[in-house]
């Protein structure tokens, strides 16, 4: 699991994909998110906007993120 810090209170989903390095634009990661790749916390999350705060699990193609609040 690759822990991810974020510098505010939460970050949004499609933010937090392009911050971890997982997808390479906001176009991308919305994509994916619609298509329903994106697990926040075990379930399919399909909203982009998603606000993920300290402790949130993500699963995306093969990789596990934790939001970790600096």
């Known amino acids: 699991m690759e822990q991810v810090?974020?510098?505010?209170?939460?970050?949004?989903?499609?933010?937090?994909?392009?911050?971890?390095?997982?997808?390479?634009?906001?176009?991308?990661?919305?994509?994916?998110?619609?298509?329903?790749?994106?697990?926040?916390?075990g379930s399919i999350e399909l909203q982009r906007g998603k606000k993920l705060r300290n402790g949130d699990i993500i699963e995306f193609e093969n990789m596990t993120y934790e939001v970790v609040q600096k």
């Open 5 to 41: 810090e974020i510098n505010t209170e939460y970050i949004k989903l499609d933010q937090f994909l392009k911050w971890s390095g997982a997808c390479d634009n906001g176009v991308t990661a919305k994509s994916f998110i619609l298509d329903g790749l994106v697990r926040v916390n």
